[in-house]
């Protein structure tokens, strides 16, 4: 299955997109986890193979190098977010602390991937 995510800004409009694989970070043009030409692997961890534009992935990739900045101990735990920020929440377990905006790209983001219909 090729993954298509669209932005929260896209979201409202219509998009089309052409499902051509992209040489994902394996360098390959194929497999059940390509993306379509545009869009890369989010990697909040590792496996995560959700496809998002280069924008959102290097997002993830900022929030994750500042992530203990954004902890303090609280109510959740050590991992409790500093005031302003929430938990993003891209798979299950994932405390990293963003922006309510951020979460919500996240969320967005997890539905496009999961849905039946999308990029093919």
Same mark, same amino acid.
């Given at each position: 299955?090729?993954?298509?995510?669209?932005?929260?800004?896209?979201?409202?409009?219509?998009?089309?997109?052409?499902?051509?694989?992209?040489?994902?970070?394996?360098?390959?043009?194929? @497999? $059940?986890? #390509? !993306?379509?030409? %545009?869009? *890369?692997?989010?990697? &909040?961890? =590792?496996? +995560?193979?959700?496809?998002? /534009?280069?924008?959102?992935?290097?997002?993830?990739?900022?929030?994750?190098?500042?992530?203990?900045?954004?902890?303090?101990?609280?109510?959740? @735990? $050590?991992? #409790? !977010?500093?005031? %302003?920020? *929430?938990?993003?929440? &891209?798979? =299950?377990? +994932?405390?990293?602390?963003? /922006?309510?905006?951020?979460?919500?790209?996240?969320?967005?983001?997890?539905?496009?991937?999961?849905?039946?219909?999308?990029?093919?």
């Amino acid at each position: 299955m090729k993954h298509l995510t669209l932005g929260m800004a896209a979201l409202a409009a219509t998009v089309s997109v052409t499902a051509t694989p992209a040489l994902a970070d394996t360098g390959t043009a194929y @497999g $059940p986890d #390509t !993306c379509v030409t %545009g869009y *890369v692997w989010r990697k &909040a961890q =590792p496996s +995560d193979h959700v496809c998002v /534009t280069p924008e959102v992935r290097h997002q993830v990739s900022r929030d994750n190098r500042v992530k203990v900045s954004r902890w303090v101990p609280g109510p959740f @735990g $050590p991992h #409790t !977010c500093i005031q %302003g920020y *929430v938990w993003r929440e &891209a798979f =299950p377990g +994932d405390d990293v602390c963003v /922006t309510p905006a951020i979460r919500a790209q996240a969320r967005a983001d997890n539905a496009a991937a999961a849905r039946p219909d999308h990029a093919g």
